[in-house]
């Protein structure tokens, strides 16, 4: 245990662990709703004893070990939820410009095209703090508070955008023969894993105030 100014705190080492070790066992996990194609699977460990020369990383350096990790995560994260919702912008744009009501297309009402105006915004927002979030860790800057900030504002976009698109597409968007239930369905695991939202902000918010002793 480390002593710091919250209290104790554990000490988190890093291992690779072989799939054949003894006491070290994969199953087959739940299937999840979003994104289908994943296999989840359960790791169990029993009296599974490992040499130094499996450490990964330093001793008691595995939370360094897993910010590294976390930090290129939650910036993929945050770069395929920019890319989804583009595709999901680019139906959406498309069908309104074609879809007739009342004898015009559906994107000459402001109820249709002011969401369009939105979901650009947001988009290219999210995009840019993605590259900002990539260009620090490249350069090697602090990035905690922009990497939290990319990942969460771009997941939270993205689901913003799908149920946008759906919107516009009516209830032809929960018909198999569109892929955009699909895409409905998929992004609402971006917003849990890798950190959920409410992390990122408590990253972002203690960020802010650690400076000032708060």
């Keep these: 245990m480390d002593e710091t100014p919250k209290g104790p705190k554990k000490r988190i080492t890093c291992f690779l662990v072989d799939r054949r070790h003894p006491g070290f066992t994969v199953r087959d996990g739940s299937r999840s709703v979003s994104h289908p194609g994943y296999k989840n699977c359960v790791l169990e460990f029993s009296d599974c004893r490992l040499p130094a020369g499996q450490v990964l990383g330093e001793v008691d350096g595995g939370f360094a070990v897993m910010n590294d990790w976390l930090y290129a995560t939650r910036l993929t994260v945050a770069a395929f939820c920019v ?55 490249d350069t090697g800057l602090p990035l905690n508070r922009e990497i939290a900030s990319a990942k969460v504002h771009a997941s939270e ?17 929960l018909m198999d023969d569109f892929p955009i239930k699909r895409f409905w369905r998929d992004a609402r695991v971006e917003r849990i894993w890798d950190g959920t939202s409410e992390i990122q902000r408590h990253i972002i918010s203690r960020e802010i105030f650690r400076p000032l002793g708060a």
């Design 83 to 137: 890319g989804r919702a583009r595709r999901c912008f680019e139906m959406a744009v498309a069908y309104a410009a074609q879809r007739k009501q009342f004898g015009q297309p559906i994107a000459g009402f402001q109820g249709v095209s002011f969401q369009v105006a939105d979901m650009a915004t947001e988009i290219d927002a999210s995009d840019l703090l993605t590259l900002m979030g990539a260009w620090r860790l």
């Design 157 to 173: 976009m993205l689901a913003r955008v799908k149920d946008t698109t759906l919107q516009i597409f009516g209830g032809k968007g």
